[in-house]
């Protein structure tokens, strides 16, 4: 395995500011920090981003996340430990995270409309764009997390 690939921080500075200016957007939305820890994580598991995980897991524990439910989270939808709400955001995440599948089926984004509104909605979906650019930047360049 070769560990010597590319810094885009480093390599394309003005490409890293525009992802941390998604960052920080995503700083600014209204939703819930442990929700949107779960949207990180669960895409991050998807995609097999250990970098990823490694910090989101971390911050979530840090925000009162307890472990049972960060090692439930890849099994949500047979889970008694997630509410609806929390299940909604996830079909959502799992849905825009794996697009290629069979797109966002009008059921998961109307359940997400209904639950979320408009407003927080679109503030979801970008938090899912953004983690799913971050897990392909970490997976292609093989980022490793030391904190």
Not at 8 to 16: F, L, Q, R, W
Not at 125 to 137: E, S
Request: glycine share 4%; with cysteine.
């Amino acid at each position: 395995m070769n560990n010597n690939r590319i810094n885009i921080k480093t390599i394309e500075p003005d490409a890293y500011e525009a992802m941390m200016a998604l960052e920080k957007y995503g700083k600014t939305c209204a939703l819930d920090p442990i929700l949107k820890e779960l949207i990180k994580i669960r895409a991050s598991q998807i995609n097999g981003c250990a970098y990823c995980l490694d910090m989101h897991t971390e911050d979530a524990i840090k925000l009162g996340e307890s472990p049972r439910r960060i090692f439930a989270l890849s099994v949500w939808n047979e889970s008694h430990l997630f509410s609806e709400k929390e299940k909604v955001l996830l079909q959502l995440t799992e849905a825009i995270t794996n697009i290629s599948v069979s797109g966002v089926p009008d059921e998961t984004y109307q359940s997400a409309i209904n639950t979320f509104g408009e407003q927080i909605t679109a503030q979801i979906i970008m938090l899912i764009v953004t983690i799913n650019a971050w897990n392909r930047i970490a997976v292609s360049t093989r980022l490793i997390y030391k904190q």
